[in-house]
């Protein structure tokens, strides 16, 4: 699998490389493909190493050689499902970011680190049986539901699958959007889905500083009942709704508090209940 559409040439191939060919890098993978979004944002796969097993959800360190010869590692979602072949991750360019600034700058070939020890909590073990799942994302938030859209199990579980994601610019959606409507086009994701499954999927894509179709965030949308009336579904009900949130540490905060307002309760692996939550960066 690749990316749902063509790759785009990175953008500044002129800039400082990534350090090549280390064949002795702990725990390398290869880049396979890279495609940048916007001047923040970019995907790459890499190489799966056989012996990882993970849950679609969770996250993994990854990183480079830093100048010290030390592992620089960070926490980044895995955005590909449990079963395929390669990895694949959604990742911001934070200009003075000390791994992302180097990180922004890979191309197919060279060689990443990846720490093949999977966590999280944005799992479906983590929640009770339900009728209908959101998935509230923000930002690079998205990543964990990429790979949550690509799995059979979230089909299984539910019969309505909503995924909101707000950011503050229309192109700051692009990766979600391709992707949702990728894999209504895929014919291995329809084959693989099932084109009934496909359909429970409904997407509301917000932004806050840039006009498009919807404006707005989504915790003022959920407040005050828009949310719901667009979609045709009635409010949050702990009796029937589950939820997955990832987003800024704010962000988490303040939906937290709706979903809690609203009767659901926060779950963990050891201990499943109506939704859970995950960072989708630190600061
Ligand atoms: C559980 C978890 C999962 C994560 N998954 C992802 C992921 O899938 N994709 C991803 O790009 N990042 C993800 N991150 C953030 C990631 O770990 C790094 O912070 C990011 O790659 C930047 O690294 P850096 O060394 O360049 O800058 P850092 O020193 O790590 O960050 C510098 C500053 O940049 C901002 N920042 C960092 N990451 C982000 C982000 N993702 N979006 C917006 N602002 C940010 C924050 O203000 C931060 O203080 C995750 C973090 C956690 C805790
Ligand atoms: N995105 C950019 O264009 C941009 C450019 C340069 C630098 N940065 C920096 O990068 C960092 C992260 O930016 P980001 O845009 O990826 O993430 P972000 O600040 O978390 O914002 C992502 C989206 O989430 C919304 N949001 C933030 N906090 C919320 C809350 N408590 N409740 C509901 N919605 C909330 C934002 O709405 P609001 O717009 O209403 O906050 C925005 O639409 C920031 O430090 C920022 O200064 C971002």
Not at 89 to 108: A, E, N
Request: aromatic share 8%.
């Amino acid at each position: 699998m690749t990316f749902m559409t063509e790759q785009k040439p990175v953008t500044d191939v002129n800039a400082s490389p990534v350090s090549r060919a280390i064949p002795t890098l702990p725990d390398a993978q290869t880049v396979t493909s890279v495609r940048h979004y916007t001047d923040r944002l970019f995907a790459f796969r890499v190489t799966r190493p056989a012996s990882l097993r993970f849950r679609s959800g969770e996250f993994v360190m990854i990183g480079l050689l830093g100048d010290n010869g030390k592992p620089l590692l960070r926490a980044y979602s895995i955005a590909s499902p449990a079963w395929d072949d390669e990895l694949e991750f959604y990742s911001i360019k934070v200009p003075d970011g000390p791994l992302t600034s180097r990180l922004q700058h890979i191309q197919p070939g060279d060689q990443i680190i990846l720490r093949p020890k999977p966590v999280g909590t944005l799992v479906h073990d983590a929640l009770l049986p339900g009728k209908r799942i959101y998935f509230f994302a923000t930002g690079t938030g998205f990543a964990p539901f990429a790979s949550l859209l690509r799995e059979p199990q979230t089909f299984e579980d539910y019969d309505e699958i909503i995924i909101t994601h707000t950011c503050r610019e229309v192109a700051e959606l692009t990766y979600g959007r391709e992707l949702i409507e990728g894999l209504k086009a895929d014919e291995m994701m329809i084959e693989l889905l099932g084109e009934e499954n496909l359909a429970k999927i409904k997407y509301y894509p917000t932004t806050t500083r840039e006009e498009s179709p919807k404006m707005g965030r989504i915790t003022t949308l959920i407040e005050n009942g828009e949310l719901f009336a667009d979609l045709g579904v009635p409010p949050l009900n702990p009796e029937t709704d589950r939820a997955m949130v990832c987003g800024s540490l704010d962000f988490n905060k303040d939906i937290k508090a709706l979903l809690e307002a609203a009767g659901l309760e926060e779950g963990a692996n050891s201990d499943p209940k109506q939704f859970v939550i995950e960072k989708a960066f630190v600061g």
